[in-house]
Antibody, heavy 125, light 107 residues
Framework: EVQLLESGGGLVQPGGSLRLSCEVSGFTFRSYGMSWVRQAPGKGLEWVSTIVSGTGGRTQYADSVKGRFTISRDNSKNTLSLQMNSLGADDTAVYFC?????????????????WGQGTLVTVSS | DIQMTQSPSTLSASVGDRVTITCRASQTITTWLAWYQQKPGKAPKFLISKASSLENGVPSRFSGSASGTEFTLTISSLQPDDFATYHCQQYNDYSLTFGGGTKVEIK
């Protein structure tokens, strides 16, 4: 059974940093692309970042987080991470760790077949 | 970025109704579209990929179709477990985008 377990969310002040982790099991982690998707309270889903399978040499970011967030993976620990810096109120959301189910025109253009339960990040003073 | 416009934003229906949700892309995405179901306080659940390919285990009352840049999710006979919010997502390029969601509520 595929399992994705996020951790690291919490309350952080504007301008602060937070690191999210996602520990996975039930599949060969290194063989799948992974992403983070967030959902602000009462809002829709927003893609945040993607890292392709393997050593994670290719990454993609939404314009809203580019230069502030860094996605990474540790295949030896079956863990996906998201380092978030310079956080603002607009970053307040539940952050979901998601597993790629397949892609369209190339790795990175994913849909997602498994989702974690999410971790809440609240940016507030 | 490709914009995904879902309609309606809210839909009131009864058990047994046929329900149709539409998602329109701002440019061509061929059939690179997925659908998800989300219940309150829960993570989304994957339903359909490539516009019409049903995930294993998803009831056959769910179906998806495509016509140009317009995509449709249909529930043929709404069941109590189907009251939820539905999201579409395009994966035609690297900047993935979701529709705004359609909440299916009890009439």
């Amino acid at each position: 059974e595929v399992q994705l377990l996020e951790s690291g969310g919490g309350l952080v002040q504007p301008g602060g940093s937070l690191r999210l982790s996602c520990e996975v099991s039930g599949f060969t982690f290194r063989s799948y692309g992974m992403s983070w998707v967030r959902q602000a309270p009462g809002k829709g889903l927003e893609w945040v970042s993607t890292i392709v399978s393997g050593t994670g040499g290719r990454t993609q970011y939404a314009d809203s987080v580019k230069g502030r967030f860094t996605i990474s993976r540790d295949n030896s620990k079956n863990t996906l991470s998201l380092q978030m810096n310079s956080l603002g109120a607009d970053d307040t959301a539940v952050y979901f760790c998601v597993k790629a189910g397949g892609y369209s025109n190339g790795p990175g253009m994913y849909y997602f077949d498994s989702w974690g339960q999410g971790t809440l990040v609240t940016v507030s003073s | 970025d490709i914009q995904m416009t879902q309609s309606p934003s809210t839909l009131s229906a009864s058990v047994g109704d046929r329900v149709t949700i539409t998602c329109r892309a701002s440019q061509t995405i061929t059939t690179w579209l997925a659908w998800y179901q989300q219940k309150p306080g829960k993570a989304p659940k994957f339903l359909i990929s490539k516009a019409s390919s049903l995930e294993n285990g998803v009831p056959s009352r769910f179906s998806g179709s495509a016509s140009g840049t317009e995509f449709t999710l249909t529930i043929s006979s709404l069941q109590p477990d189907d009251f939820a919010t539905y999201h579409c997502q395009q994966y035609n390029d690297y900047s993935l985008t979701f529709g705004g969601g359609t909440k299916v509520e009890i009439k």
